[in-house]
Structures are given as structure tokens and as C-alpha cells.
């Protein structure tokens, strides 16, 4: 699957597209947002983190033929955040034997239904392109994302440790 780009995908609400530089600077402040962050490692991310970070993104999607998307209120194009699979080569236990969804908004959407909206779709997207399996990681205490892990039919397949962090590694098979 190589050289292939991100498909748009549409919700009510959203719209989900491939990341360009453009989106950098929306990206960074994201990034750089300890709000944000407390949950996922919990120290802010500098510009040089944020720029590989979008070119992981990017490479997802050249390489593997999946990844993330930017996601942006379709009504206003209002940068909401970014979500889509991966397959980070974790060094976790156990390890994921499917591509891992993830989900991260900006404070303004969070709250606001947006991210279940976006997980759903992208879950449909998965389904069709990828296959029914699903798995994703979520730092104990993240009460948000385990509502909407439920929402999208995540079940706790096991509690570990990631990166000194107490984790909880769920599935999803459709």
C-alpha cells in the first residue's frame, strides 16, 4: 500500500482528512497543551516532537496504508484534534495484535461528543479497509477516553504498566 494518502471521511459534525503542514501550528498548540497531555505521558510536547509526530502521520499512511487524521469541525473548519490507527511497535505487555485506534481533542471539544463521533468513524472506516480488530492503550485515571473506548465496544483485555504509567490495553472486535 504504498504512497497511499488518507481517504476524507465525513461525520454530522466533522470532517477527517489527511495532515499537512498547515496543520502544524494546530498540532503544536494540541501538543503543547498540559491539559492535554495529563493523560498521555504528561509532559507537553516541544515543536520538534510535534513536527515528527506529523511526519509519523503522514508515513502511517505511505507505509501501512492507515493512520491519523486531523479533525475539523465541518460547520467552522475549527481545528478539533486527531484521530486514527497506528502501529507503533509498542514495547508493551501484552503486546497489540491490531492496529491501535487513539483519540486526542483540543480542550475547547472536549465534552462535546466529538470524539466518540470521530472514533465511530473511524472504527467503520477500519472495519471495511483493515478488518474487524481493533485495539487501544489508555492510562489509568483517563475517565474521558475509557466513556468513549465503551461507546466504540472497547473491552479491557488487560491492566500493565507502559512507560511507568499504570495502563489498561483494550479490544474492539466488530
Aim: aromatic fraction near 10%.
Amino acid at each position: 500500500m504504498n504512497g497511499v494518502t488518507a481517504p476524507v471521511l465525513e461525520t454530522e459534525r466533522l470532517v477527517l482528512r489527511a495532515h499537512t503542514r498547515a496543520d502544524f501550528d494546530d498540532s503544536a498548540r494540541l501538543w503543547g497543551d498540559p491539559e492535554v497531555v495529563r493523560f498521555i505521558g504528561g509532559e507537553p510536547f516541544d515543536e520538534e516532537i510535534v513536527w515528527f509526530r506529523l511526519l509519523r502521520h503522514v508515513g502511517h499512511w505511505a507505509l501501512l496504508g492507515f493512520g491519523y487524521w486531523v479533525a475539523r469541525e465541518r460547520a467552522t473548519g475549527r481545528f478539533v484534534g486527531e484521530v486514527g490507527l497506528a502501529d507503533l511497535h509498542r514495547i508493551i505487555e501484552p503486546g497489540l495484535d491490531a492496529p491501535e485506534a487513539g483519540w486526542v481533542l483540543a480542550p475547547w471539544a472536549h465534552g462535546r461528543g466529538f470524539a466518540t463521533e470521530a472514533v465511530r468513524r473511524v472504527l467503520a472506516w477500519s472495519d471495511a479497509h483493515l478488518g474487524p480488530r481493533t485495539t487501544c492503550i489508555i492510562e489509568e485515571g483517563h475517565t474521558a477516553s475509557f466513556h468513549v473506548a465503551a461507546k466504540c465496544g472497547f473491552r479491557e483485555l488487560a491492566k500493565t504498566t507502559y512507560k511507568g504509567s499504570p495502563t489498561v490495553v483494550l479490544a474492539r472486535d466488530a
